[in-house]
């Protein structure tokens, strides 16, 4: 069964109003038993389908699907002037991986899916990325010489996310080091940068997004942590949440911005912003990963390293994961 058949399905059923099972199946020249398997592949991608027996199926949320060309016209004119080319894909295996082997001459390029079937996270984990409801962006970079600070850019990339995240009306995003976004202490958003090149040589970078938009728990799965979504996290507050593609749109916006200012200006603009965002300051947490212990979170260095103050003494976290412990 083919992507494109099930696509054609997804679409006939976007507005979210429920469609006969009946009507469906003739439109498509299938059987009912067909139109089921079809029914279940969807929800295999992680699409919530209710069916009613006998009344036909209805999408739980209407669905939006991203357009390259709508998001492209939608970018602000100082992003336009960067010349990013933008691509949507349904389902890929993941927009990282996708832009790793893409045509470095072609940079900036973002892409977009609307799935991933095998998302990555940090550190060798999955990221959850069912169908219509998440932002999966990639945006690979060529920077024309290699940053100086490049270990900065993770924590650049963080700050630019919570700008997006505060024009759409949620500025108490907090940043947990080195650039996981968080509200209402879960997560929202994670970050993979994936660099190439060699020290003294050209630089391309892969910055891979993965924002939750409108998971529900349902979608969720494996995924381990406590997390939320945008929509959650704005609903608590009465505050209302753009379309998908305003949100894309705001995402990659502030992305491409900082990659160029980040190409300019290293990390200084950014590193006001980060600390004022900075979840674990002064916070007792746990390391692990790399170097394993506790200690006092004391903020960051020059090279976006975790300062940890262990026994009295300065110790500087460059990778791993670190957890708030009780005080
Ligand atoms: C994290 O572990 O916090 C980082 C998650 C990054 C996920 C995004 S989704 C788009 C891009 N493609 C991937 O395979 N991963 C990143």
């Known amino acids: 069964m083919s992507d494109a058949v099930l696509l054609q399905l997804l679409d006939a059923l976007a507005d979210g109003e429920r469609h006969s099972g009946e009507l469906l199946a003739g439109r498509f020249g299938i059987s009912r038993a067909a139109l089921g398997k079809r029914i279940d592949k969807l929800r295999d991608w992680g699409v919530m389908l209710d069916a009613q027996p006998g009344v036909g199926y209805q999408l739980r949320e209407p669905l939006q699907r ?7 016209a939608a970018l602000p004119a100082a992003v336009r002037a960067l010349a990013v080319s933008v691509s949507v894909e349904p389902r890929i295996d993941s927009t990282n991986s996708r832009l790793l082997e893409a045509d470095p001459a072609q940079d900036p390029q973002a892409l977009f899916a609307e799935s991933q079937t095998a998302g990555r996270g940090r550190r060798g984990r999955d990221w959850v990325s069912p169908f219509g409801s998440n932002l999966y962006l990639s945006l690979a970079w060529s920077f024309p010489a290699w940053p100086a600070r490049l270990t900065t850019l993770p924590l650049a990339v963080a700050v630019a996310l919570a700008r997006a995240l505060a024009t759409l009306g949620l500025p108490e995003v907090g940043i947990k080091w080195p650039n996981d976004l968080h ?3 879960r997560k929202l958003a994670g970050v993979l ?25 349902a979608q969720a799965g494996t995924v381990s ?4 979504s945008l929509a959650a996290a704005l609903a608590m507050r009465g505050r209302h949440l753009a379309s998908r593609e305003a ?72 990778a791993g994961d670190v957890s708030v412990r009780p005080q």
């Open 183 to 185: 509200v209402d202490g």
């Open 225 to 228: 942590q406590p997390w939320t």
């Open 193 to 217: 940068i994936e660099p190439r090149g060699e020290a003294g040589g050209s630089c391309r970078v892969v910055v891979g997004v993965g924002l939750n938009v409108g998971m529900q728990v």
């Open 66 to 72: 991203l357009s390259a060309a709508g998001i492209a």
């Open 247 to 318: 949100v894309a749109v705001a995402v990659l916006g502030e992305l491409a911005l900082a990659l160029r200012h980040f190409q300019d200006h290293g990390f200084t603009p950014f590193a006001t912003e980060w600390r004022s965002r900075d979840l674990l300051r002064d916070r007792r947490v746990r390391f692990e990963g790399g170097e394993v212990g506790d200690g006092i979170a004391r903020g960051i260095d020059s090279d976006g390293g975790l300062v940890v103050e262990v026994a009295g003494e300065r110790r500087v976290i460059h």
